[in-house]
């Protein structure tokens, strides 16, 4: 089981920027693909974006393609999000989170993630 931790979630004008951290442990790091999903009251929980095992591949949700970029640093066993030009409705709590390598689903869902860090509030005020 990998411990999830995230951090620099916070309140921020519209068109303003965040960047998220999410510190892994208790696993190999590398052996995972690492994703960032988010929630808002209400909804579901959404995918954001993820990245995988190596960092030499990512994918984005369309709602924030062009303006999030995920990375990763497996020497440091961290993935950040980058948010550009934020929108109010990005306005949630996002999540980090993990699942095996091997594991390839059609589509990147809750569910197919493992293990779940606690989340960080993003606020975006207009």
């Known amino acids: 089981q990998v411990q999830l931790i995230e951090s620099g979630g916070g309140l921020v004008q519209v068109g303003g920027s965040l960047r998220l951290s999410c510190a892994a442990s208790?696993?190999?790091?590398?052996?995972?693909?690492m994703g960032w999903f988010r929630q808002s009251p209400g909804k579901e929980r959404q995918f954001v974006a993820r990245i995988n095992w190596d960092g030499g591949s990512a994918y984005y949700a369309d709602s924030v393609k062009g303006r999030f970029t995920i990375s990763r640093d497996n020497a440091k066993n961290t993935v950040y999000l980058q948010m550009d030009s934020l929108k109010p409705e990005d306005t949630a709590i996002y999540y980090c989170?993990?699942?095996?390598?091997?594991?390839?689903?059609?589509?990147?869902?809750?569910?197919?993630?493992?293990?779940w860090g606690q989340g960080t509030q993003v606020t975006v005020s207009s």
């Open positions: 989170a993990v699942r095996p390598r091997w594991r390839v689903p059609a589509m990147e869902m809750p569910a197919d993630y493992d293990d």
């Open positions: 208790g696993g190999i790091v590398g052996d995972y693909v």
